[in-house]
Structures are given as structure tokens and as C-alpha cells.
């Protein structure tokens, strides 16, 4: 059973750092892209990177140079580094795992995730 658990949501201050971890279990981790959702309330569901198994990382702009994800094979577990927080990054922040046809071109697209983790709430405090 395909299983991505999210950890390490809170509250913090702006211009602090929270890491987010997704653990996954029940596929070969390194042979899927995971990717990382937020989704703020009222706001549709918002794409902010993901890692390909290849190597490939893609940001969305709105995080680009703030937010840094890493994988690692071993742990099965992909993590979003956050630094430099702001209150528009306020959200339930989710992973996902990528189909077995995959197109990094296409990482933005939620259609390209077959599995999602339960998310797990980043608030921003300014």
C-alpha cells in the first residue's frame, strides 16, 4: 500500500525556517517524482516543486530561492527546506507521487500525481 506521510508543519514567525518531510512507503521510492502542494484557504490547490527521480528539482516561482527540496533514496523520504517564511506561504502543505508516466514538463499539473500525502499546516505569522 503506497503510503506519504507528511511531517513537520507549525507555527512560526515571518523570515523564519520550517523543513517538511514526506516519507514514503510501498513503491521504489527513487524510481518516482515526489512533489510538494500547498493550498491556502479560499486558494486553489498551488504546485511548489517537486523532485524527479532523474535529479531533475523544479520550483514555482513564488519560492523559487527560498524553498529548497532534496531527496534522499535511503530514507525514502523527500524533504521542502523552507526558509525566509512569509505570511503568503500560510497553507496546508501536502506531497505527492508522480504516475508511472511521468512528464517533469508537466510537473505543475496535479493530473501527473497518482497518491497524496494528508498535508500539514505551515502558518506564517507576520
Known amino acids: 500500500q503506497v503510503q506519504l506521510v507528511v511531517s513537520g508543519g507549525g507555527l512560526v514567525q515571518a523570515g523564519s525556517s520550517l523543513r517538511l518531510s514526506c516519507a514514503a512507503s510501498?513503491?521504489?521510492?527513487?524510481?518516482?517524482?515526489i512533489a510538494w502542494f500547498r493550498q491556502a484557504p479560499g486558494k486553489e490547490r498551488e504546485f511548489v516543486g517537486v523532485?524527479?527521480?532523474?535529479?531533475?528539482?523544479v520550483y514555482a516561482d513564488s519560492v523559487k530561492g527560498r524553498f529548497t527540496i532534496s531527496r534522499d533514496n535511503v530514507e525514502n523520504t523527500v524533504y521542502l527546506q523552507m526558509d525566509s517564511l512569509e505570511p503568503e506561504d500560510t497553507a496546508v502543505y501536502s506531497c505527492?507521487?508522480?504516475?508511472?508516466?511521468?512528464?517533469?514538463?508537466?510537473?505543475?499539473?496535479?493530473?501527473?500525481?497518482?497518491?497524496w500525502g494528508q498535508g500539514t499546516q505551515v502558518t506564517v505569522s507576520s
Open positions: 505527492a507521487k508522480g504516475g508511472s508516466i511521468y512528464d517533469i514538463a508537466r510537473a505543475q499539473d496535479p493530473r501527473m500525481y497518482v497518491y
Open positions: 510501498g513503491f521504489t521510492f527513487s524510481y518516482y517524482a
Open positions: 523532485s524527479a527521480s532523474g535529479g531533475s528539482i
